[in-house]
């Protein structure tokens, strides 16, 4: 298999790169001791195609992959993480579940917008009392003649305070349980629709979590994105391609991590010498450039997979797991490279390394997605 990426597969890694050099990297420690969710820079992501790249080019998108996705937002958290998350948000969740499950309306009157980048998108799952177990959604749906009417609360919704576009999930059928929730799309300032608590984060901190909190919102029956009853088993599709976006996160931000460690081992001297130049610093330098190189490939090919529309869930599980507990161990081998230094805001591997813990958190727990490698590998063992 040839893991050659084509001439402008390159191409978009060096703008993007760039881009991420010179107009975020600058402010990454402002924005992040500020909590300050750059919504400035999003109509530059927009100009370079990069808030709908891998939809059609009739949907206002780039027309590419979720391999160029990937290359994208590795590139992006190589610099901030906060940046890439709030982008992988938009795209790969909230545009992305409109593209999988949205009518022809739906994907022309609000998948187009959000693939432009005219509009940022949120999406809501969780809940308070509904996490790993997204079965358990308390958040109500219930249609009173040509309008549903949404009552509830979501949590750790990403860009939930600034979003123009919420695709959230929310029960309609009690008795029957996961196959009772429906997904919907609720448009900025629809009356009973708003945004809560801010999250105060550990890390990550430039991006916006939030609570969305629904109060007899009144939708339009064809609001309603999918078949009723269907919209758990869509997030769970929409889920599968998501954890690429995670993955490509995670090496993107151990990346960062390890160039900087890099840097930092051939400039510290120690006992008169570079200490690049020590056994112990040398051997954690590989391991940490083997296991990132390794989480990469993992991703590249779900991705591929992807984009060849095959069935991802084993892949992408696979490649989150993998490239989210690298990437933490990669920013603590960072942070001890660095030794007391590493400990301080002015040195990066600071914040990487309170950035990359939400990988191995997001989109499914480390947990959870051994528990889907587990199942995958399972239904298709030769018994």
Known sequence: MDFELTEEQKEIKRTVREFAEREIRPHVMEWDEAQHF????FPQLAQLGLMGVNFPAEYGGAGLGHTELALIIEELARVDGSVAISL???NSLCAGHIEEAGTEEQKRKYLAPLARGEKLGCWSLTEPQAGSDASGTRTTARLEGDFWVLNGSKTFTSNGTYADICVAMAMTDKTAHKHGISAFIIERG????RSGKKENKMGLRASDTAEIIFEDCRIPKENC????????IDSLKVLDKGRISIAALAVGMAQGAFEASLHYAQLRRQFG???????AIQWKLADMGTEIEAARLLTLRAARHADQNRRVTRESAMAKLFAGETAVKVANEAVQIHGGYGFIKDYPVEKYYRDV???TIGEGTSEIQRLVIARELLRN???
């Open 38 to 41: 750059p919504r400035e820079i």
């Open 357 to 359: 813990k939400l990988c």
């Open 225 to 232: 994105l999918g078949k009723p009853g269907e919209g758990f």
């Open 273 to 279: 010498k570079p200490i690049a130049e020590f056994e």
């Open 190 to 193: 629809t009356p009973g629709f």
């Open 88 to 90: 992988a948000a938009h």
């Open 381 to 383: 063992a030769n018994l």
